[in-house]
């Protein structure tokens, strides 16, 4: 008999018991087979095995889920699904074979919709160590096959006609050649584009590394279809690739060759300058914003005058959707942020900024009693002296040393400071910290601190050394006020518990301070009467939604409650065109006298100058730093179309005079720039040899 044959025969083997189970089992089997069917038992099966494993979260037992209760329920279900189908995505991201690729991720997003905390886990760790290519597979997942099919499922019928893609040329003088891509969204044929003369130019988002304008089809054929309006969203080119500025010189071009051209480029008639209003969401806000401060900055000094610059006309409005507006990242409010916040014209707009800006302190100390509205407004104020701290005060000196200045305390004033205070009545501790929002919703599920890190180093780019604290084409949030009080009416949108409300809440109160001082000017100087009422409403206007974070516009299949905040915003564009009309109206008659006295005036003043463009780099002014210059007016019946009135001159040869001008990047390799390097090469997801 062979080993194995011994080992079969064992004893220890053949006496294996009955197949069926123990008796007891069996027994209990026996009578529950004769009571429930074999689908049942799977159901109490598959029942007690949740149970036991949620059994915590079931009788409350389990730690508080810290995002639970920061967004409201439609909004985290949203998050919820948007979670999975990004680990899904960065789970099938290797897969060559793009069928298998986009049939892979939605099969492992289906998976991590049920297995939500490995959903989760996935997510956590990829956005430790982003690249590009995460970002861009995140956030471009809209325009794979499966993900849009559902989405025309879902989205409703709102426009007859699709989008189509089109090119516009840059201007004669731009440094850059390459036309612009860009989608039109019009409901409409194309020959109905000519009895148009007002234009919605949009600027999407996308943290400056991803997303084209059909990422954004639900709000903007909504807009077209509620408007009528053709709506021109711009594909401009991404970092890292195209750092900054290419961007935004991109968007500006657009928005020069369309008042230039009169949107003929577009197929507009071209029988006056389109009114054109500017949106932006997240990143394409701030390139929106971007676009008016340049627009406000042409021929704004002497010198680009004495160039021949013209003054491009502002837009008619500005739209600005969870905008990113400030590219220094800090963990504290400054005092002058604090009090743009607390104003009291806006208390009851940025209420609930406040309370949440407040409850990072209480949070950590439950039993702090909580201070009321009253107790806010005083906060300023001092707190009154006693009786002791006063005679102190006297008899050392006159005046009161800073608390902030404690070590210029002389020891000796030291010990009796403290023994009157000590013997003084405690005082309620009164705190002025507050973080920033990025600080404050640092968990946030859609907008995370490693994500705006991964973004602004890819935007700047390896060799770009821009100034944080003052280049306000960067950071809009640092424009001027002078270019601030001359802002078009503008709209603000972003949910309370976005990462990025603070931008939006300080950009819109340092707007409001810049009109109403502005306002106050014109009062003294008796260009305004002394007793009108300063309406900031006039001005800006902000919405804050409660319970929401970041990107509410981008997911509306999931988050229907978008559709009405998408419609709101056709609301402010048909209210910003009507409020234009009305004071086109009124002021038609001036108009009228201008244009005589323009055509009665010297033969020579109608002569349009040439546009000088200087280098960037060896220019004297110091508020260009991403110059962009005019192109030549067009002539309609022999006249040259003028921007406020102002002159131009040619040349002898009546030929106008180019000159280019690009933005000089340093390209030495000193130490920040290896720095600078390896940050934006890892994200790239480059080796040290740069391949």
């Known amino acids: 008999m062979t080993p194995v044959q011994q080992a079969c025969s064992s004893p220890l083997i053949n006496n294996r018991g009955n197949h069926h189970g123990p008796p007891v089992l069996r027994n209990l089997s026996s009578k529950l087979s004769s009571q429930l069917t074999p689908w049942q ?68 997003s289906l998976y991590y919709l049920v297995a939500a905390e490995q959903a989760d886990e996935k997510v956590r760790k990829v956005r430790g160590t982003l690249t590009v290519d995460h970002l861009r597979v995140s956030w471009n997942k809209a325009t794979t096959p499966y993900l849009s099919f559902f989405t025309r499922l879902l989205r409703p019928r709102l426009s007859s006609y699709p989008p189509r893609a089109i090119r516009i ?23 109905a584009l000519r009895k148009h003369a007002k234009l919605i130019l949009d ?105 021949g610059e013209q003054t491009l006309p502002v837009p008619e409005g500005l739209i600005l959707i969870y905008p990113g507006l400030d590219m220094n990242i800090g963990n504290w409010m400054t005092d002058e942020q604090m009090s743009l916040i607390q104003d009291r014209r806006m208390r009851k707009t940025n209420r609930n900024v406040l309370r949440r800006k407040s409850e990072d302190y209480y949070k950590l100390r439950p039993e702090t009693p909580h201070p009321s509205d009253d107790e806010d407004d005083k906060m300023a104020s001092p707190a009154p002296m006693t009786e002791q701290s006063t005679a102190l005060t006297t008899s050392s000196n006159s005046t009161k040393p800073d608390p902030s200045a404690a070590h210029l305390i002389q020891p000796a004033n030291v010990a009796t400071q403290t023994a009157a205070l000590v013997s003084s009545k405690p005082q309620q501790m009164k705190t002025r910290l507050a973080m920033s929002s990025m600080i404050s919703y640092f968990n946030d599920r859609i907008l995370t601190p490693e994500m705006m890190r991964a973004m602004i180093i890819l935007y700047v780019g390896p060799h770009n050394r821009p100034d944080f604290s003052t280049d306000f084409l960067l950071s809009p949030l640092l424009a001027p006020e002078a270019l601030l ?34 306002y106050r000017e014109k009062q003294e100087l008796g260009l305004l009467k002394s007793n009108a009422e300063f309406y900031e409403k006039d001005y800006v206007e902000v919405a804050l939604i409660p319970g929401i974070s970041h990107g ?133 997801g480059m080796t040290a040899n740069g391949t």
């Open 552 to 684: 509410f516009l981008q997911f509306v299949s999931v988050f229907p409650e978008g559709w009405r905040h998408i419609f709101r915003c056709a609301r402010w564009m048909e209210d910003i065109f009507a409020n234009d009309d009305t004071g086109a109206l009124i002021g038609s008659s001036l108009t009228k006298e201008n244009a005589s006295d323009k055509r009665s005036g010297p033969s020579d003043d109608r002569k349009p100058r040439h546009h000088h463009r200087a280098l960037t780099e060896s220019s004297g002014d110091e508020d260009r730093p991403l110059e962009m210059s005019s192109i030549k007016p067009p002539k309609v019946n022999g006249n040259t179309i003028r921007g406020k009135g102002r002159k131009h001159r040619t040349r002898d040869d009546g030929h106008p005079k180019r000159n280019r001008s690009m933005v000089s990047l340093a390209s030495e390799d000193d130490l920040l720039g290896r720095r600078m390097k390896g940050l934006a090469g890892g994200l790239m």
């Open 203 to 307: 600027i999407p988002g996308g943290g400056f590394v991803a997303m084209n304008p059909r990422t954004n089809d639900d709000k903007l054929l909504a807009w077209a279809g509620k408007t009528g309006l053709p709506i021109l969203s711009l594909d401009y080119r991404k970092a890292p690739e195209y750092p900054y500025p290419y961007a935004l010189n991109e968007c500006y071009d657009v928005y020069h060759t369309l008042m230039a051209s009169r949107g003929r480029c577009i197929g507009l008639g071209g029988d006056t300058r389109p009114k054109v209003i500017i949106t932006g969401d997240s990143a394409g806000g701030n390139l929106a914003t971007g676009v008016v401060l340049m627009t406000l900055q042409s021929a704004g000094t002497d010198s680009r005058r004495w160039q």
């Open 41 to 108: 038992t799977l159901v109490i099966t598959l029942l007690w095995l949740y149970i036991s494993r949620n059994f915590a979260k079931i009788v409350g037992l389990e730690c508080p889920e810290p995002l639970a209760n920061l967004y409201n329920r439609s909004y985290f279900r949203a998050t919820w699904v948007t979670t999975a189908l990004d680990a899904g995505f960065w789970t099938a991201m290797k897969i060559r074979r793009k069928w298998l690729r986009d049939m892979a991720s939605l099969l492992f």
């Open 169 to 191: 040329p840059r201007p004669p003088e731009s440094s850059y050649k390459e036309p612009v891509s860009a989608w039109l969204y019009f409901d409409g044929p194309l020959a």
């Open 485 to 518: 009080a001359r802002f078009p009416k503008t709209y603000f949108l972003t949910g309370e518990r976005d990462p990025l409300v603070d931008d939006t809440v300080i950009f819109a109160g340092r707007i409001r301070q810049a009109k109403l001082n502005s």
